[in-house]
């Protein structure tokens, strides 16, 4: 059985940092992505990356602040968050592509398995 578990979230000050954690377990994927959702809005690409080479894709938004890597041996992706601005508020999921082409995607319905979602808040 497939899961991911994220884990991470929380409140923080702007100009604050936060790492998140998802545990992936159940079988190999391709490419990992992290997204957002904040209230009333439409969920959001944030960043994915490839587990074979590390490859990594981000949205301009977050391009600079946030940095997405993995760790092959415990099968957990993170998310590290610097610099955070209210704006960044939203839950957080993580979701696992199990193949495809693009190796990387910024489309939600690409990815097969998804997160609990973990909430990041950030104050101002």
């Known amino acids: 059985q497939v899961q991911l578990v994220e884990s991470g979230g929380g409140l923080v000050q702007a100009g604050g940092s936060l790492r998140l954690s998802c545990a992936a377990s159940?079988?190999?994927?391709?490419?990992m992505g992290w997204f957002r959702q904040a209230p009333g809005k439409e969920r959001e690409f944030v960043g994915a990356?490839?587990?074979?080479?590390?490859?990594?894709y981000y949205a301009d938004s977050v391009k600079g602040r946030f940095t997405i890597s993995r760790d092959n041996a415990k099968n957990t992706v993170y998310l590290q968050m610097n610099s955070l601005k209210p704006e960044d508020t939203g839950v957080y999921y993580c979701?696992?592509?199990?193949?495809?082409?693009?190796?990387?995607?910024?489309?939600?319905?690409?990815?097969?398995?998804w997160g609990q979602g973990t909430q990041v808040t950030v104050s101002s």
């Open positions: 979701a696992a592509r199990v193949n495809g082409i693009p190796a990387i995607s910024a489309r939600a319905g690409r990815y097969d398995h």
């Open positions: 159940g079988r190999t994927f391709s490419s």
């Open positions: 990356i490839t587990w074979s080479a590390g490859n990594t």
